[in-house]
């Protein structure tokens, strides 16, 4: 049986070892919030040097083209909708799907439909849309810490709080506040 003296020994250590317990908890949560952000930054700069230099060739390339109804190299239509989509932030309006995509392209629905379907992730220009928009929101419940949930969902073009709530969920497996106090924390 343990004396006195030994239990209050092993009563500091638990003691010792929960606030290193609390102390690593914390330092992970720090480390997982700037993973997340290197990542996403590393992710960005590979895509943006990969849109660039499709873009380039667009530019040097047959202007014409570019407003033909049904381009049909599929890698220059999809740097065509990345780069008219960052310019002009069309997602952003709630109203904005994929019919409005391909008219603001000038590109037929079934074209859209057959680019979204075979060459990228997403299987419809709607579900790209929608991952615009999630990205949107992710990004300012990152960089507008003071913006209040409804705000955000706004301006990511989602415009329902419920409905951002259910995304962020799914993508991230949290809240928006509990995703925002993650990346805040590091601060």
Do not use: C
Request: glycine fraction near 4%; charge should be negative.
């Amino acid at each position: 049986m343990a004396t006195k003296e030994e239990f209050a020994k092993l009563q500091a250590e638990n003691e010792s070892l929960k606030q290193e317990n609390e102390r690593l908890k914390n330092e992970l949560i720090r480390l997982i919030g700037r993973n997340l952000d290197l990542s996403e930054r590393l992710e960005e700069d590979i895509e943006l040097r990969r849109r660039v230099a499709v873009a380039r060739e667009l530019l040097e390339g047959n202007v014409e083209r570019q407003r033909n109804a049904d381009l049909q190299d599929d890698a220059q239509l999809m740097a065509l909708i990345e780069l008219r989509v960052e310019q002009e932030l069309p997602y952003v309006r709630t109203d904005f799907d994929g019919a409005a995509l391909a008219e603001l392209l000038g590109v037929s629905q079934a074209r859209l439909a057959r680019l979204f379907r075979h060459q990228t992730l997403y299987r419809t220009a709607d579900a790209y849309i929608d991952n615009l928009r999630l990205l949107r929101a992710l990004r300012l419940l990152y960089e507008k810490p003071n913006w209040n949930i409804a705000a955000v969902a706004e301006e990511s073009g989602i415009g329902n709080v419920r409905t951002l709530q259910r995304r962020v969920q799914d993508a991230v497996g949290m809240t928006p506040v509990e995703y925002r106090l993650l990346l805040t924390q590091g601060r």
